[in-house]
DNA sequence: GCAAAAGTGTTGTGTATACACCCATGG
DNA sequence: CCATGGGTGTATACACAACACTTTTGC
């Protein structure tokens, strides 16, 4: 039934042969945050760095593929993931169908160590290509929305962590400080987090309360409500 | 949406052979409101309906595609094209990967009359593929959702309208009822509508004013500042 | 006892909601 | 003069931003 075809009238490129089909490819942007700086897993080395990729795969969702990629290219689990553009371009005389997605993960000890793939500071990234510059630009941008209206935040960060540390993943990718305790309120009043009875003792000074994330509580989470009269 | 997954046809499907590629395929819902309805155009009749498709084009911008693609089977120029969602799917023994498309238009004269082209009640659609109704499904939600933050709206109306016009638009598209005291403040106060002096006398009584919208004002669009605290 | 980070409240300002009546017109 | 939709204001609740000091610990 998804055969009915239309007119789609303009084909003038590509003269002679019979038609150019594209190639389609998804790009995958693995944000983490360590040490106050926000990160990129590029594969390759800095001479020649990409992000890592993959083609579609037959009856499977673009979703699992873009989470295999990831799983593949770094042996991590993201935990996070979601569709950002799907972009055409030329490149290298390529036409590509370009499925970019944006994936979270916490540091961990294992997030350091990657084969084949390293992390990149966001502010100082070697030079890639066109597309995969494009696909990152546009990943920050709505990682960054998305922070102000969502919790997505957490998913960069451990299971346990101090509200401090919260608020410097925040910090850092946002690139902008944030109050103290404007901050804490925001977050505790939003019901997400969890107090773990644990506190984290660390140098010469009053140690910080552990928390984490209920599990349940990542709701729609990309919606705004507004709007929202009685009748 | 964090991760809409995509169920998938598990089938063994195309096993032996060379690599099997995708056809690459652009879906529009275009919307518009008429007499308080929510409308989408479809391609055919009821019988046989279909949301308005393409293939991609070399060296032309999806989005390019997408908007020549809505030109093309209704003769109209859409105000409003955003690209929605990329999914992949098997359907009819066809491996697509589908970009989905929203496009809003105003509604006019020439817009009811389309060849080829029917508007259709979002309430009340003729049966569709599989895929055209997850596109359309999700057009919908994101449509509803971007109402809240955005002034998309006035995309659906013609260029001059009165201001409960502009409402019932909004009442068509959410299935709500707003305030229409706060309505108009709300609208008022967001500085996109630039009273004409002109009226529109229909019906005994009060003639209504008549407004535009500035072309200007229609910024970032999609972007909740938010943390927006000074420092 | 001091350095260093953790933690804690109040106040003002703006924005969203709820709500009910008068106005201008045509017939 | 009446029916019909157009148009207007206020009081309340909530959310956000600004702002500074006390607490606990290790050394």
Redesign the pocket.
């Known amino acids: 039934m998804a055969t009915t075809e239309q007119p789609v009238t303009k084909e003038p490129v590509n003269s002679g042969r019979e038609a150019e089909t594209p190639r389609v490819d998804l790009r995958t942007v693995l944000f983490t945050v360590a040490d106050a700086k926000l990160l990129i897993a590029l594969h390759g080395n800095r001479e020649k760095a990409a992000l890592p990729r993959s083609g579609p795969v037959p009856n499977e969702s673009l979703d699992t593929t873009a989470r295999r990629t990831i799983r593949d290219s770094t042996g991590l689990q993201e935990q996070y993931l979601e569709q950002l553009y799907t972009l055409g371009i030329r490149e290298a005389n390529i036409w590509s169908i370009i499925v970019g997605y944006i994936g979270l993960i916490p540091l961990s000890p294992e997030t350091a160590a990657l084969s084949g793939t390293t992390w990149c500071d966001v502010n100082d990234l070697p030079k890639l290509s066109d597309s995969d510059e494009r696909v990152i630009e546009y990943a920050l941008l709505r990682l960054r929305a998305k922070l102000g209206y969502t919790n997505i935040a957490f998913h960069l960060l451990p299971r346990s962590f101090?509200?401090?540390?919260l608020q410097n993943a925040y910090e850092s990718i946002l690139g902008r400080r944030l109050?103290?305790?404007?901050f804490?309120?925001?977050v505790i009043?939003s019901g997400i987090l969890q107090g773990t009875n644990e506190?984290r003792?660390e140098?010469?000074?009053?140690?910080?309360?552990l928390y984490r994330f209920r599990a349940e509580h990542d709701p729609g989470d990309y919606l705004t409500p507004?709007?929202?009269?009685?009748?």
Chains 1, 2 share one sequence.
């Open positions: 101090t509200l401090t540390e109050d103290k305790r404007n804490r309120r925001r009043a506190q003792r140098g010469s000074h009053r140690p910080a309360a507004m709007w929202a009269e009685e009748a």
